[in-house]
């Protein structure tokens, strides 16, 4: 069984008033806000006999474009670049088991930023370096 997740935004936002002490906020572009961005994620459930029953992979990657960063009173002063390699500027992998007879108990492991790639996740901000997490849910 093959899962895939694909969002995609368009956002060309801008000041359309302003405050008089900032006529050069006027008609610029909001700041921090990527005019594109898009997310892809696969999974895929293996199904048949043995322990690899249920067992489900998946796979994401996501983009967005530079920002303005509004470092001096809304006068959106440079660009911010999101990633260095624009192409997948953060990908992740995870891995799931459902375990146990009656298959209620869930386990997983995801890597998220797995090319640990330097990127911005909020303008001003670098975002987490590649993380490992994995997590235990059983459902009643």
């Known amino acids: 069984q093959l899962e895939l ?3 995609f935004s368009h956002f ?3 000041n359309t008033g302003t405050a008089p002490q900032t006529p050069w906020n006027l008609g610029r572009k909001l700041p921090k806000a990527p005019e594109t961005s898009w997310n892809l994620h696969a999974f895929h459930r293996v199904s048949g006999p043995g322990l690899l029953n249920g067992l489900r992979l998946g796979v994401g990657a996501s983009y967005a474009d530079s920002a303005w960063v509004d470092a001096a009173q809304g006068q959106n002063t440079y660009l911010a670049q999101w990633s ?4 997948i500027a953060w990908a992740s992998v995870s891995r799931e088991f459902n375990v146990g007879r009656d298959r209620r108990l ?8 797995l090319f640990n ?3 911005i996740s909020a303008a001003n901000a670098f975002g987490a370096p590649r993380t490992i997490k ?4 059983y459902r009643f």
């Open 134 to 137: 994995a997590s235990a849910a």
């Open 84 to 87: 260095d390699d624009p192409v």
């Open 117 to 119: 790639r330097e990127y």
């Open 5 to 7: 997740s694909l969002s």
């Open 12 to 14: 060309n936002g801008r």
């Open 106 to 113: 869930i386990v997983s492991c995801n890597v998220s930023n």
